[in-house]
């Protein structure tokens, strides 16, 4: 099976798991006393789903779960009460959200089986090397620019550093969720950072040692990349720098054998 295509089947699992979360504090919004912890739960799983939205270019999903996401955070924020007719929109916006997920998995899966029947398309012909092009006949003379230097925060090459702090998970989020709807946004590579790993007989249960590089190409900006992180920004630590050098890597390829290894050997020094 193809990466991306696994990729994006852990996303519909991972929306199955939100909406049952979602669906879970409706009882709490209907009765008129979410309290911030069942608020905290419904705008998470409604964010997750449309960043992972966001990374596959699913424009309607995207489009509604950010709609939805304003609203829950207008509750979050204490500027809208939850009386009954708010109480009955999030439901019936979880009812829709729903929907549009198991629409774009359908979508997604017939697109893959007719991809499947058809052949890619044939590239453009190319102009005969002994032949004039019509810039050539006008006498036009190419000049070579740098595109980024117009459009700003493009796509290109980054290295990441995301260290999660313990209260990242303390919160329900998880540091694979998030990695892996940065790597949906194009090719990456991801690593463990064992540094900070204590001893076992040191290590705290609910601590949160462990930190990951990840070298990430992707025709999308560093918003792309920060927008995926904006609702744990206080829960971790994030530096993006763009990699200026084609041949530039941070990441030397290790087999996940060898992190495996690696994290062992931090533990039990």
């Known amino acids: 099976m193809d990466a991306m295509v696994e990729i994006r089947a852990t996303f519909f699992e991972e929306c199955a798991e939100g909406l049952e979360a979602l669906d879970g504090t409706l009882p709490a919004f209907a009765g008129g006393t979410p309290d911030a912890e069942t608020i905290g739960v419904a705008y998470r799983a409604v964010h997750s789903i449309k960043g992972g939205a966001a990374s596959f270019k699913l424009a309607e999903l995207t489009g509604f779960a950010k709609t939805f996401e304003s609203l829950l955070g207008e509750i979050r924020s204490g500027n ?4 009954a007719a708010v109480a009955d929109l999030i439901a019936r ?3 829709t959200l729903r929907g549009q997920v198991a629409l774009s998995r ?3 899966e017939i697109g893959d089986e007719i991809r ?3 052949p890619a398309e044939e590239p453009a ?5 002994t032949g004039l092009s019509d810039f050539e006949r006008l006498g036009f003379q190419p000049v070579a620019f740098d595109l980024s230097t117009l459009v700003g925060d493009g796509g290109g090459r980054f290295d990441i550093v995301f260290r999660p702090h313990a209260s990242l998970y303390a919160s329900a989020n998880e540091a694979s969720r998030l990695i892996r709807q940065v790597l949906a946004l194009g090719e990456g590579r991801v690593v463990a950072i064992t540094d900070d790993v204590p001893s076992l007989e040191a290590m705290e249960p609910e601590g949160a040692a462990l930190a990951f590089r990840i070298e990430l190409e992707t025709a999308e900006g560093e918003e792309a990349i920060r927008e995926i992180f904006e609702f744990v920004e206080d829960d971790c630590e994030l530096e993006i720098t763009r990699l200026e050098s084609p041949d530039e890597h941070t990441i030397d390829g290790e087999s996940p054998e060898d992190v495996f290894a ?3 050997a931090a533990a039990t020094r």
């Open 80 to 83: 809208l009460a939850t009386d």
């Open 93 to 95: 916006s979880a009812k």
């Open 106 to 108: 359908e979508t997604c």
């Open 116 to 118: 499947a029947y058809v």
């Open 125 to 129: 012909p190319v102009e005969e090397a």
């Open 262 to 264: 690696a994290l062992l």
